[in-house]
């Protein structure tokens, strides 16, 4: 069988179109030789780049949790405060059901067999750094005291678990788009979190600045200078509007 995948990109076409089987047929449904059609590659060439299909998923995961990880720390970088901090994660949360959907879905719908992973495996170790950022968040707002007195440890393992089953129910042609939905999580998080609620219509407008600012952020591509560099301040963008 020809090798078209080979050259610089060839393993990254391979965790590409591993992930979309993935994403569509789930772990146990996709194949090596699958994979290898769709490419018109041989399967050996898989195996050399990735040796096993269990080692293909680890890739995926690792690679989907760092992208991910890098996001939520701009967010947090970019906003001023916890509250908005919170809101754009969790804006982002359903926002990648749209806009990096096939590794979203192919990570969530094997969130659980992850889970099962050694506890020092790197992708134990990306999820709890990803779960540490929102517990930090939480964290500054109780101190600050934008946020009610909670524990802030089950709240946190509570935001990150309510996402990873989105792709059970949410269809990107549904009657509510993803910046839609992830209003109506913002107001569901944020009004049992926040003391004074007077914020919720402006960081739950599916249209405003906030949810402008993350997409900003989350569609910038990987490596590009924009994700490297500062994007355009939520301030910035409702002075301007």
Same mark, same amino acid.
């Given at each position: 069988?020809?090798?078209?995948?080979?050259?610089?990109?060839?393993?990254?076409?391979?965790?590409?179109?591993?992930?979309?089987?993935?994403?569509?047929?789930?772990?146990?449904?996709?194949?090596?030789?699958?994979?290898?059609?769709?490419?018109?590659?041989?399967?050996?060439?898989?195996?050399?780049?990735?040796?096993?299909?269990?080692?293909?998923?680890?890739?995926?995961?690792?690679?989907?949790?760092?992208?991910?990880?890098?996001?939520?720390? =701009?967010?947090?970088?970019?906003?001023?405060?916890?509250?908005?901090?919170?809101? *754009?994660?969790?804006?982002?949360?359903?926002?990648?059901?749209?806009?990096?959907?096939?590794?979203?879905?192919?990570?969530?719908?094997?969130?659980?067999?992850?889970?099962?992973?050694?506890?020092?495996?790197?992708?134990?170790?990306? =999820?709890?750094?990803?779960?540490?950022?929102?517990?930090?968040?939480?964290?500054?707002?109780?101190?600050?005291?934008?946020?009610?007195?909670?524990?802030?440890?089950?709240?946190?393992?509570?935001?990150?678990?309510?996402?990873?089953?989105?792709?059970?129910?949410?269809?990107?042609? *549904?009657?509510?788009?993803?910046?839609?939905?992830?209003?109506?999580?913002?107001?569901?998080?944020?009004?049992?979190?926040?003391?004074?609620?007077?914020?919720?219509? =402006?960081?739950?407008?599916?249209? *405003?600045?906030?949810?402008?600012?993350?997409?900003?952020?989350?569609?910038?591509?990987?490596?590009?200078?924009?994700?490297?560099?500062?994007?355009?301040?939520?301030?910035?963008?409702?002075?301007?509007?």
């Amino acid at each position: 069988m020809s090798e078209r995948a080979t050259g610089p990109g060839k393993s990254g076409a391979i965790l590409d179109i591993f992930t979309r089987h993935v994403a569509e047929k789930g772990y146990d449904g996709t194949s090596f030789s699958g994979v290898a059609s769709e490419l018109g590659i041989s399967q050996g060439l898989i195996v050399h780049h990735y040796g096993t299909k269990a080692r293909l998923l680890e890739a995926l995961h690792v690679s989907y949790m760092q992208r991910r990880i890098g996001e939520a720390r =701009r967010i947090v970088s970019e906003f001023a405060t916890p509250t908005e901090q919170l809101a *754009g994660l969790l804006h982002a949360a359903m926002l990648y059901q749209v806009h990096d959907r096939h590794r979203t879905v192919a990570f969530q719908r094997e969130v659980a067999r992850l889970a099962q992973e050694d506890e020092n495996s790197e992708g134990r170790k990306l =999820r709890r750094s990803y779960i540490g950022i929102l517990h930090g968040v939480v964290d500054a707002g109780v101190a600050s005291g934008e946020f009610r007195a909670v524990d802030t440890s089950i709240r946190s393992l509570l935001i990150f678990g309510a996402a990873q089953w989105a792709w059970t129910w949410f269809e990107p042609e *549904g009657r509510r788009s993803a910046a839609q939905v992830g209003a109506e999580l913002v107001d569901l998080t944020l009004g049992s979190l926040l003391v004074n609620r007077r914020s919720l219509p =402006r960081l739950t407008d599916p249209d *405003g600045s906030l949810v402008a600012a993350v997409l900003e952020i989350i569609t910038a591509p990987a490596g590009s200078p924009e994700q490297c560099e500062s994007p355009t301040s939520l301030r910035d963008l409702e002075k301007d509007g």
